[in-house]
């Protein structure tokens, strides 16, 4: 089989550009549609999004879990982390770490090379701590407890509300 180089490198462009927006796009809704998200933005002034796939069942289907924090997490191979200031578009990416099967067709030189992906994966292995470290100005683990119990107090309080007065279910709801 011949393949055109140019045509491969357009597609394989194509290709990036295609990941980096579904990426974007899934961060973005869990940032602003994902009720839990919404609701510890409404007491914390920034927060963490992490993503890791998962496969389906049927063991092919890959589907991304998204899923809002208070507090950074251990850096994982096969995750994804943003750090976003709360009611805004503001995000930052903090890793972008593959599955490690994966890691060398990454590397510098190589066609799917990606610089992000790369200093993930040598923050992964040469500097973890750093890595994982919290931002100078990310809450205490009190605090963030304290913001948990209240959000889950709430949306408690939300869903019985709900049960007992289904005619105030908005169209969203419904």
Not at 4 to 32: F, M, P, W, Y
Not at 90 to 116: A, R
Not at 161 to 167: A, D, E, L, S
């Amino acid at each position: 089989m011949k393949l055109n180089r140019l045509e491969t490198h357009d597609r394989l462009i194509q290709l990036h550009k295609e990941q980096a927006l579904n990426v974007s796009q899934g961060a973005q809704d869990c940032l602003k549609k994902n009720p839990l998200s919404i609701a510890l933005q409404t007491y914390s002034p920034y927060i963490y999004i992490y993503a890791h796939p998962r496969t389906a069942e049927d063991g092919f289907t890959k589907r991304m879990i998204w899923q809002p924090r208070l507090s950074k997490p251990c850096a994982n191979t096969n995750s994804y982390l943003f750090r976003a200031i709360s009611n805004t578009d503001q995000m930052e990416i903090c890793w972008l770490l593959p599955p490690e099967d994966t890691w060398l067709q990454y590397k510098k030189g190589n066609v799917t090379e990606h610089e992000l992906v790369n200093w993930s994966i040598d923050q992964y292995i040469r500097n973890r701590k750093e890595l994982e470290k919290p931002f100078a100005d990310d809450l205490s683990d009190e605090q963030c407890k304290n913001i948990y119990k209240r959000v889950a107090i709430e949306m408690d309080e939300e869903k019985m509300m709900m049960r007992n007065y289904p005619m105030l279910k908005t169209s969203e709801q419904s």
